[in-house]
């Protein structure tokens, strides 16, 4: 099942930098709380069409109230408040300060997980987060960081998204994936349009094209895609590792916009996604990879 996870989390992770790459295109000329309101609720119905195919009805209906005050909390957490704080943060920082703040989610995931789910910090995942981190810096050219008003609201957003990390972790327990995942998506959606009705917001909607729709529409499928497979993935490994796995997703976006937007990688960079790919790497793999050279040096030392 720990394989499974893994497979999900690094789909995850390629979607997800495909994601921001596609993104930036879809945004233009859209209200970007209203485009993010709009995705939430066009993923929210694919979800429920989802569990209605999957004649997963009966799931939603067995829900207590305990269930639902979880997955409220998730849309609270994950899929309203950190989006309004994040592409506001955006509009006050440099995109590159705003990527990097927001990839340091698995350090403050790792440490909640620690306290709330009792998830062990061992040695891959200290020497990963460290790597993971370093690479991160060089991969997004950080030369001048100067941490500013923009950027505590994306690490506040960051914080509330590592929350819900944790909620859903522990909700995963006993609840299906796409259950999980319908429920950040619907409160979520809710909550988003209580916030553009409060701020007038909403009647946006008469301004958008066909074209804002198209795009609104890929995006959605996007982030349908990323939802599903991280919620899959989630429910069978470590917090701590699933957010760390999902950095491979920067490496993701700068090769593409090395392909497509006329992006030149400078060699600090090349040094930041090999550092990446490292970290990754002992983030996953560091027992194993040290449990094998143990067995080699032991059968080397005995003859």
Do not use: C
């Amino acid at each position: 099942m720990k394989r499974r996870g893994l497979f999900f989390v690094l789909g995850t992770a390629v979607i997800s930098g495909v994601s921001i790459f596609i993104n930036k295109f879809g945004v233009r000329g859209i209200d970007a709380f209203l485009f993010t309101g709009a995705k939430n609720i066009l993923v929210a119905i694919f979800l429920f069409s989802l569990i209605l195919l999957a004649m997963d009805f009966k799931k939603l209906r067995a829900l207590s109230k305990k269930d639902l005050g979880k997955l409220f909390l998730i849309g609270l957490f994950g899929g309203s408040i950190p989006f309004l704080l994040f592409f506001r943060g955006l509009q006050l920082t440099s995109a590159a300060q705003g990527a990097f703040i927001h990839k340091t989610m698995f350090v403050w995931v790792g440490i909640l997980a620690l306290i709330f789910l009792k998830e062990k910090l061992n040695k891959g995942i200290i020497i990963g987060a460290i790597l993971l981190l370093t690479g991160n810096f060089l991969l997004l050219k950080l030369n001048n960081f100067v941490f500013a008003t923009g950027d505590i609201l994306i690490l506040a957003a960051t914080l509330f998204w590592g929350i819900e990390t944790v909620i859903s972790k522990h909700a995963l327990k006993t609840l299906d994936s796409k259950v999980v995942a319908f429920g950040r998506m619907f409160f979520g959606s809710l909550l988003i349009i209580v916030f553009l009705v409060a701020t007038g917001k909403l009647v946006l909607v008469t301004s958008l094209t066909s074209s804002h729709f198209l795009w609104i529409l890929v995006t959605s499928l996007f982030l349908l895609s990323y939802v599903f497979t991280w919620y899959s993935g989630l429910k069978h490994i470590k917090a701590s590792v699933a957010t760390s796995i999902l950095l491979l997703g920067s490496v993701i976006t700068t090769v593409l916009n090395l392909l497509f937007a006329d992006v030149v990688i400078v060699p600090s960079q090349i040094v930041g996604i090999i550092l990446l790919v490292l970290g990754l790497t002992s983030v996953v793999w560091f027992s194993t990879i040290l449990k094998k050279l143990q067995a080699t040096f032991s059968i080397a030392k005995a003859q």
